[in-house]
């Protein structure tokens, strides 16, 4: 009765609130004008249909990057995908890294419909998938029980359910009931596969990390090599990577520390929000610091435009982070030294760099956890950040080696799961 209650409240400050939503990507759309494009797909309008495909729904830039190792593992397959968005940045990196599957018919990006159930009667309409993937842990309502009506059998992919979402649903208790109208999840560890059948969860399947087989863009290594001589000489390079707005001052004040200490190494300063760019310019020059910034002293593809000594090169660019990471000697992960929770660190091991985080790590405990245990990543406090990131002795490259390889494969596993799913 109370799960039923929730969803009537539910559809009604939907359709109560879609002005709301509408002028909110207006407003969105007046920065950004791919937020107001395609509207009618938001309503459940689609141009293109793609019948028996498989539905992946990837709503940020995270989420799509985290599934193209298993979309092009169902394209090696013969099968046609259509991956559905809410954020331009997702949106836009399917449309880029599929553009040929794209241009032959093999993929479509779109719009996730409103939360209303006619309009997933309209995407169910023009696509007639044979299954649906949710990447991560997105727990839209409608969606589920909308794909229930279709008979279109919709799974958790890559998920994992964080220690806090387990306390605060302890509390509140509706996201388990809606969990439970999943048709099954496919999730990161056994740790995992525990958590969400504590809460009723059905069909569970441990396929692993898809971010391990993420494809790691060749160019960018290429220019890091190229680049690091010219940049750091003989110094050690330190990356600061996914900086949040909360933690700049930490990060600031840790990159003045480290660089008043003898033989100074060099530091990567990248914030997590592009609109923070200038601000931490700004900032970083006022630490009294010789800085240069990506967009203003490298040239489109890496070329140093003078090679006046530097301190900080501030990583103002956006789908650049594998370069960022090939120049470091090891990688700081920012977003865990405050509450939010961790960004990802399977970038940098997977570049065989060692990586330091912060004490909250419930966003990330999978791979965190094991990497921690595996002596290839450790775990800091603000306190102990700079003494860490100086003196913590490096594991050997040939650890992080053998973690990265015993924790990937999750593509070919989780298509394996979904294979009696697949027939036509």
């Known amino acids: ?57 990837a709503v940020s830039l995270g989420e799509i990057r985290s599934a193209v190792p298993l979309v092009r593992a169902l394209l090696d397959r013969g099968e046609v995908v259509v991956t559905t968005h809410f954020t331009p940045a997702g ?3 399917a449309e880029r890294v599929f553009a040929p599957e794209i241009a032959s018919g093999r993929l479509v990006a779109v719009w996730v419909p409103f939360e209303t ?9 023009a696509f007639r998938p044979k299954l649906g993937l949710v990447m991560e842990i997105e727990i839209w309502p409608r969606m589920i029980f909308a794909a229930r009506k279709a008979r279109v059998p919709l799974l958790m992919c890559n998920a ?97 520390a480290i660089l008043a200490t003898e033989n100074p ?56 982070m594998y370069f960022y990471l090939s120049l470091a000697d090891r990688v700081v992960v920012g977003g865990g030294f405050q509450p939010k929770g961790s960004h990802n660190i399977i970038e940098p091991l997977a570049l065989r760099r060692p990586v330091i985080v912060g004490p909250h790590i419930q966003t990330i405990e999978y791979p965190a956890v ?5 002596g290839v990543c450790l775990q800091t406090s603000a306190e102990r950040l700079v003494a860490d990131v100086m003196n913590w002795p490096d594991p050997a490259p040939e650890t992080i080696t053998r973690f990265v390889a015993a924790h990937s494969g999750a593509a070919a596993r989780t298509v394996q799961a979904i294979a009696p799913l697949l027939r036509p």
Do not use: C
């Open 370 to 374: 094991e990497a921690i245990a595996a």
């Open 265 to 320: 190494p060099l530091i990567l300063f990248i914030p997590r929000a592009p609109e923070r760019f200038d601000d931490v310019a700004r900032l970083l020059d006022g630490l009294g610091v010789r800085v240069a910034r990506r967009s203003v002293d490298l040239t489109a593809d890496f070329i140093r435009r003078d090679f006046a000594p530097v301190d900080v090169l501030l990583g103002d660019s956006l789908g650049e």
């Open 160 to 256: 994992q359910y964080p220690s806090d979402s387990m306390a605060r649903d302890a509390r509140f208790g509706v996201r388990p009931a809606l969990m439970r109208g999943f048709a099954g999840a496919l999730v990161k560890s056994d740790l995992q596969a525990e958590r969400f059948a504590s809460v009723g969860v059905s069909n569970i399947t441990v396929t692993g990390e898809l971010r391990f087989d993420q494809p790691i863009p060749a160019e960018q290594l290429a220019a890091g090599a190229r680049l690091r001589t010219g940049l750091a000489g003989s110094r050690r390079i330190i990356a600061f990577a996914s900086v949040t707005e909360p933690e700049e001052a930490l990060f600031l004040s840790a990159t003045q």
């Open 91 to 93: 949106r836009r990196e």
């Open 117 to 125: 159930t006619w309009a997933y009667r309209g995407f169910f309409r």
């Open 1 to 57: 009765m109370r799960l039923w209650l929730f969803l009537r409240l539910w559809s009604a400050l939907w359709h109560i609130g879609l002005p709301v939503v509408l002028i909110y990507l207006w407003k969105r759309g007046r920065k950004d004008p791919l937020y107001a494009r395609h509207l009618g797909e938001r309503f459940g309008r689609y141009r293109p249909r793609l019948p028996g495909a498989v539905w992946i729904h």
